[in-house]
């Protein structure tokens, strides 16, 4: 093995069980010639099975995988050819079972000069971490789609009769929540040409100025569509709350069930509806 004047790479790397390599540079232009020492577990790290006391070229070292030789000429470039100090690069690569592992290499300047170059390689595997990162985004991700679905479930609009949708509304109301169900019930409302829209809040806890001012302003949005509103479920609470905060309702149509108002939707398209129990 090629001793070097100034450090004793043999040393340093007996002394790490960290997958090392000595990388070599002769010549220059057209003539470099790599030269690769594959030391201390570099077999075991994913690279070729050769005679690690032997100096290899770059073709002989990837004589099975001819393929990875520009690729890594590429990566050590900056260190053995244009002089830099440091440079650092990501692989995957085949191990000796044949699957992939994936490393992060750190080349270390030791001499250069333009004729002669001689570096340190230090390979880190880091498929573990980035199976464990590559999982972890997709824990992220379907975590993203499950709040996207309960969201969307958050906001439903069906339809209740042919141009009659419903749109019932469960939990607390906030700014984002009122444009999602303004923006699903206006869609609705479009495609499926609906003349008349019941907002059900018998699931909302609380009904402030704001939220009023929610339902108010998404129901104005639908009638521009030419679809009536209406709202119901509004409990004792809420109407004691709703007075007691003097807020202005009186633009609303309001109904006490969702059965009374199907029965005042369908009576405004021009249905006969006949109540339970009431002949005729």
Not at 27 to 49: E, H, K, S
Request: hydrophobic content about 45%.
């Amino acid at each position: 093995m090629q001793q070097f004047d100034h450090i004793d790479l043999e040393a340093v790397i007996a002394a790490s069980d960290i997958p090392m390599h000595i990388l070599e540079r002769t010549g220059q232009g057209a003539a470099i010639i790599i030269r690769v020492y594959p030391l201390n577990q570099a077999a075991q790290a994913g690279y070729a099975d050769f005679r690690q006391s032997l100096g290899l070229t770059l073709e002989e070292y990837f004589q099975k995988l001819p393929q990875l030789i520009p690729v890594f000429r590429g990566y050590w470039r900056p260190v053995l050819e244009d002089g830099a100090p440091i440079t650092m690069y990501t692989t995957t690569i085949p191990v000796g079972d044949g699957t992939l592992r994936d490393f992060v290499s750190t080349v270390y300047q030791v001499e250069w000069t333009p004729e002669h170059a001689v570096a340190l390689s230090i390979a880190r595997d880091v498929t573990e971490q980035n199976q464990a990162m590559a999982a972890l985004r997709e824990a992220n991700d379907s975590l993203a789609a499950q709040g996207r679905l309960i969201e969307e479930l958050s906001v439903p609009v069906v339809t209740l009769w042919d141009g009659v949708l419903s749109a019932p509304i469960v939990g607390a109301v906030d700014s984002h929540r009122s444009s999602r169900l303004t923006e699903a019930l206006l869609t609705a409302i479009t495609r499926q040409r609906a003349a008349f829209a019941i907002i059900d809040i018998t699931g909302v806890p609380i009904v402030d100025t704001q939220v009023a001012n929610y339902l108010i302003q998404m129901m104005q949005a639908a009638t521009l569509l030419g679809c009536q509103c209406l709202l119901v479920g509004i409990g004792p609470e809420i109407a004691q709350t709703v007075v007691q905060l003097g807020l202005d309702l009186s633009a609303i149509r309001t109904a006490p069930t969702m059965q009374r108002g199907l029965e005042i939707a369908l009576m405004s398209l021009g249905y006969r509806v006949q109540r339970p129990g009431k002949g005729g």
